[in-house]
């Protein structure tokens, strides 16, 4: 049977950590009673830093609840690294790990599906939510318009998914294989390769306490997002430079026809040719020598250049398989 581990991240969130792990705990006994994962599953709390009572609340659920393990990190490091170390920690205790926000607002009653999913077989299984009707028509608009940017720049991600995510054993040592600094895991997970599937969901509003996303934070993972996985922004600075080129001769045409037709000022045609034509140049420049910083960039990331699924290798006698 497998150990399976919640691994939820929790900043300042003394006002639903009672709540939540009561309902955490409530998804292990269920899927416990059902033989679906090992007795010893367990929920991981990570306080990621928190200025309030959050994490005497998760010592608390510890002393009374024998499922329940709590980690503390040493400041606030942000939702991606704190569910990082919460992955990384739970790894060598579990068999599958799932992540969920602690304001339940993904629906836990979907966490059955996944582990049902994980025994067919899939190595990470992505939690979808079905629409964005309780979201704000801001939040859905920027969120939606991040995801077709995501796309243009070449970044694989899964539409409508963040965080809650079932993740194999054999995946999260794999995704601790990516040392990056710069995390931004929903584009980190399609990297790793292994079979994959998802579940839907409707995603309900917060239990209590507020949303520890301000807009500052949701533009900053957005940028995280593409700088960390695309240097497409680099090709598009030679791209434009290229255009420019391009233009600066449509340019001379017009100017001179303009300096032949007698029409202008002295020194006018010089400085126009000039200016587009060099501009252009400078830009294509610029990107080239971005090109290079691009490659830099993906070498310093030194990420893992494969992934094995399976290997097979010396085949096991038949007398040795009966026994
Ligand atoms: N969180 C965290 N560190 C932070 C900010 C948030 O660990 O610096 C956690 C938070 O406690 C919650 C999850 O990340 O469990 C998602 O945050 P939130 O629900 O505030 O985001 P929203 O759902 O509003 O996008
Ligand atoms: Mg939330």
């Given at each position: 049977?497998?150990?399976?581990?919640?691994?939820?991240?929790?900043?300042?969130?003394?006002?639903?950590?009672?709540?939540?792990?009561?309902?955490?705990?409530?998804?292990?006994?269920?899927?416990?009673?059902?033989?679906?994962?090992?007795?010893?599953?367990?929920?991981?709390?990570?306080?990621?830093?928190?200025?309030?009572?959050?994490?005497?609340?998760?010592?608390?659920?510890?002393?009374?609840?024998?499922?329940?393990?709590?980690?503390?990190?040493?400041?606030?490091?942000?939702?991606?690294?704190?569910?990082?170390?919460?992955?990384?920690?739970?790894?060598?205790?579990?068999?599958v790990t799932v992540s969920i926000d602690a304001d339940l607002q993904d629906d836990v009653a979907v966490i059955e599906e996944m582990i049902d999913k994980f025994h067919e077989g899939n190595d990470i299984v992505y939690g979808v939510r079905k629409d964005r009707s309780s979201d704000t028509f801001f939040k859905r608009f920027t969120a939606q318009s991040f995801y077709k940017l995501m796309a243009m720049m070449g970044v694989k991600t899964v539409y409508n998914h963040a965080d809650f995510r079932l993740m194999s054993r054999r995946a999260v040592e794999q995704f601790s294989k990516y040392r990056e600094t710069n995390l931004f895991l929903r584009g980190m997970m399609p990297l790793i390769g292994y079979q994959t599937d998802c579940v839907?969901?409707?995603?309900?509003?917060?239990?209590?306490?507020?949303?520890?996303?301000?807009?500052?934070?949701?533009?900053?993972?957005?940028?995280?997002?593409?700088?960390?996985?695309?240097?497409?922004?680099?090709?598009?600075?030679?791209?434009l430079g290229i255009g420019i080129i391009v233009l600066s001769f449509l340019a001379a045409v017009y100017a001179l026809w303009s300096y032949f037709t007698g029409r202008v000022t002295a020194g006018w045609t010089s400085?126009?040719?000039?200016?587009?034509?060099?501009?252009?140049?400078?830009?294509?420049?610029?990107?080239?020598?971005?090109?290079?910083?691009?490659?830099?960039y993906i070498e310093v990331k030194q990420r893992p250049r494969y992934n094995i699924e399976t290997f097979l290798d010396e085949r096991e006698s038949s007398e040795n398989k009966e026994q």
């Open positions: 049977m497998d150990r399976l581990a919640l691994v939820v991240p929790c900043y300042n969130e003394e006002a639903v950590m009672k709540i939540s792990s009561e309902a955490l705990r409530g998804v292990l006994e269920d899927l416990i009673r059902k033989k679906k994962i090992a007795e010893d599953s367990f929920v991981l709390f990570v306080d990621d830093g928190s200025k309030d009572r959050t994490w005497e609340l998760i010592e608390e659920e510890h002393r009374l609840h024998s499922n329940v393990k709590g980690l503390k990190l040493a400041g606030n490091v942000g939702h991606q690294f704190a569910l990082t170390a919460g992955l990384i920690t739970a790894r060598d205790c579990s068999d839907y969901y409707e995603r309900k509003e917060r239990v209590a306490g507020e949303s520890k996303y301000p807009l500052k934070k949701m533009l900053a993972l957005a940028f995280n997002g593409i700088s960390s996985f695309s240097v497409k922004p680099i090709s598009l600075i030679t791209t400085l126009i040719l000039s200016i587009w034509f060099l501009g252009g140049v400078q830009l294509v420049s610029i990107g080239l020598i971005g090109q290079y910083i691009g490659k830099i």
